[in-house]
């Protein structure tokens, strides 16, 4: 797809939508450029003078950080750069600017749900583009959920229906909390650096951890969701304190929660293990073995239920309830040992540790 392309379609998805023209307002509220003014703001606040031609290319220092941000959506020089290349757009005026920021969101992975009015998904996934939504893990001032919620229903978004329901938690799922959210509890209670870990090969663990976490916070501060957990945590110092004394009193559940997802990833990098040096060793043909013991299991199992279960009397249920657990479990058995599990990885801690 060539550049102008894609800025049609862009466009074309623009035009249509009220929802994507609400969010792009949530940002702009956000970002303090909601006003006819906006298109011309520089970090800081200030206005930069002359045509809309191009960004202006201005680092400007405003508290602690220099920023060359301009513009509605506050575009970094080389972010409107990449927007610039990848759209053909031809100037800085406001329908480009428009142009580049929906380019941003359909980059993160969120323009599906901005149209379809998934709204706290979408600014869990956008939050690390725009450091004023809520949950932006960069330290600068943010809005809170509510505040954008407001913001998009008076400029005619329409929320999802599960996101319309005020008794139940937004449509965030759980990684999309321990990207967005999390770094606000971890600022509150750092000893949990300790146990979420960054990689992908962790996401699991930290996906277990953070709902632990969450839950444990909902609990002590009495809050909805996650979402005014994170929104109590930082307005609030003694709602800090109350979380971190919360998670200090559950510190050792949470340990065993880390312990149990280690052991087993454990238990399945050996299991991966074992099965390479099977096929280095067998060329392959220990599947074949794989089928042959699996196939010697299930038969026994036949033989010693007809043996014994079939010559003591069980009604024709019982019999087959045993018959398909006999066969389960064995060949479970067979899977276990060659593919990992935590009931292996615990059979051979209680060898070690009689």
């Known amino acids: 797809m060539t550049p102008a392309d894609l800025r049609q379609q862009l466009a074309d998805v623009l035009g249509a939508s009220a929802n994507l023209q609400a969010f792009l307002r949530v940002i702009r509220a956000g970002e303090g450029t909601d006003d006819p003014q906006g298109w011309r703001r520089h970090y800081g606040g200030a206005l930069f003078d002359g045509s809309l031609a191009d960004h202006p290319r201005v680092a400007i220092k405003a508290g602690r950080w220099t920023s060359t941000a301009a513009g509605a959506y506050q575009f970094l020089a080389r972010t409107w750069d990449e927007c610039r290349a990848a759209l053909g757009l031809p100037d800085f005026a406001p329908v480009s600017q428009d142009l580049a920021a929906v380019y941003l969101i359909r980059r993160r992975g969120a323009l599906p749900d901005v149209l379809a009015g998934r709204l706290a998904t979408a600014i869990a996934k956008c939050n690390r583009e725009w450091a004023s939504l809520p949950g932006s893990p960069y330290g600068q001032p943010t ?69 632990k976490v969450f ?140």
């Open 143 to 211: 809005r809170t959920l509510a505040q954008a919620t407001a913001t998009y229903t008076q400029a005619g978004g329409t929320l999802a229906v599960d996101a319309a329901t005020p008794d139940k938690e937004p449509a965030m799922p759980i990684p999309a909390i321990v990207a967005a959210l999390l770094p606000v509890i971890t600022s509150a209670v750092p000893e949990l650096v300790k146990l979420i870990k960054p990689g992908s090969e962790a996401a699991e663990k930290n996906a277990a951890v953070a709902a």
């Open 215 to 354: 839950e444990v916070a909902q609990q002590a501060l009495g809050a909805a969701n996650a979402q005014q957990v994170a929104e109590q945590v930082q307005s609030d110092p003694k709602a800090a304190q109350i979380l971190r004394d919360a998670v200090r009193e559950q510190w050792f559940t949470l340990t065993d929660l880390v312990q149990l997802h280690e052991a087993d990833e454990a238990s399945r990098q050996a299991a991966a293990d074992r099965s390479i040096a099977l096929s280095r060793e067998t060329g392959g043909r220990w599947l074949w073995l794989v089928g042959g013991v699996a196939l010697v299991v299930v038969l026994a199992s036949y033989v010693i239920t007809g043996l014994v279960l079939f010559k003591q009397g069980f009604s024709d249920e019982t019999r087959a309830l045993l018959l398909g657990q006999v066969v389960i479990l064995g060949f479970g058995t067979v899977v276990t040992f060659l593919f990992g599990s935590s009931l292996s990885s615990k059979v051979q801690q209680l060898r070690r540790d009689p």
